[in-house]
């Protein structure tokens, strides 16, 4: 389903090929940032059941009484599965998140001109005004390429 498994060394692995400073080599340097940032990622079976009951229209906190969760286990699942490749929406699950264009946008950019790899310290600078889960899912469409 989403089983693409990405590391940091596999995202990485083009940096030597391109190290002459060009564009690509310091998108892949970013990308597996980004990557590194975000951490471990793993399928498993809450998560393949998360986008599942998600694309068919249930919300978080449903999600999570199915599971049998909490619902911020529940948008953990969903936004993991999301990072991982699952076809998901990524406009509603901003949505769900309330994570707006502008809150996007000032997430990002904190998130790539961060020094410290650590989503504390990414929170921290913003001044604890977003939680976790909205800063992964940022993080995800960061490794999806994708934005609002």
Known sequence: MFCRKRTLASASAGE???SDGSKRAKLITSKARVIHLYGKNVQSNGKIRTVQQFRSGKDFKTIAKILKVAGATAEVYGIDAF????????VRLAEVLQVTEENFERIKSCIEKGEDPKLRAIRDELHELFSYNQIRFVLACMIRDLSL
Do not use: K, S
């Not at 990072?83 to 990524?90: I, L, N, T, V």
């Open 16 to 18: 030597d090929n391109h």
């Open 83 to 90: 990072a991982a490749g699952a076809p998901m929406d990524h």
